[in-house]
């Protein structure tokens, strides 16, 4: 890589359990840069809805973020490989990954306001510095000027896999494997059918399918994009 000190924007978009996190994350250690893992964003809303009302109607939902927004302070530190996820001041990295969150994240993620007001925060964190950020609409709304787009994906029955394992190494295991497909199914569909910034390849896009695809081989194809535009 060159000496020259470019600033590298890369966006990875793709379905639930593509491996978008865990590429993103070794690349941001390998070219030195901030990873801005989007979904935790998302994540922490429908985590601070889920504080307020345990079983929020559509209408409660709305009302809630609305407040939430009002006094959101989000801080995303990324540590030695973990993304931790604060917000005003509390660290609820792990609340956020439970089963509950990932079912009403979907439905947060498609009020406008809440779009509006976290991709103003993806874009004023992604100014002045390097950044690997994973998501659903990087490369076609966030910044679409990104030097690299890749659009991950993996078939749905090896993504369900992963979360399963991914699960299970975390101690969860009330979860069975046919359950976690249904659910990856349903947040597919609802990302993909949103009237607001859907699930969508950016037409200048690079897809990578890695059902059959280990980590480390994503990575590389990934960086000898980077590597074409330092
Ligand atoms: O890690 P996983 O693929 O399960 O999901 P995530 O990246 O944590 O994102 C959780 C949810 O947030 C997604 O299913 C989307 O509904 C939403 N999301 C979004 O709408 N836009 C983004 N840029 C990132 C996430």
């Not at 601070?48 to 989000?74: G, H, M, V, W, Y």
């Amino acid at each position: 890589m060159s000496a020259v000190n470019t600033k590298i924007v890369v966006a990875i978009d793709g379905p639930a359990g593509a491996g978008k996190s865990t590429v993103a994350k070794i690349l941001a250690e390998k070219l030195h840069c901030t990873y801005i893992d989007t979904g935790a964003m998302y994540r922490a809303v429908a985590f601070e809805i889920l504080e307020k009302s345990k079983n929020p109607t559509e209408d409660e939902i709305e009302i809630q973020a609305q407040k939430i927004l009002e006094d959101f302070q989000i801080d995303l530190k990324f540590e030695n490989g973990m993304t931790r996820v604060f917000v005003n001041g509390r660290d609820i990295s792990e609340e956020i990954r439970t089963p509950r969150v990932s079912q009403l994240v979907p439905y947060v993620a498609s009020i406008d306001f809440v779009r509006e007001k976290l991709v103003d925060l993806q874009r004023k964190m992604s100014r002045n510095q390097s950044v690997v950020l994973d998501g659903r609409d990087i490369g076609t709304v966030v910044l679409p000027d990104a030097n690299v787009k890749i659009f991950l994906t993996a078939s749905i029955e090896e993504r369900a896999r992963r979360r399963f394992e991914e699960l299970k190494s975390k101690g969860i295991e009330s979860v069975d494997l046919e359950t976690l497909q249904r659910e990856i199914a349903a947040r597919d569909r609802a990302d993909i059918e949103r009237k607001i910034s859907p699930l969508r390849q950016a037409p200048d896009a690079i897809r990578i399918d890695s059902t059959n695809d280990r980590i480390d081989q994503v990575v590389a194809m990934i960086l000898e994009q980077c590597e074409l535009i330092r």
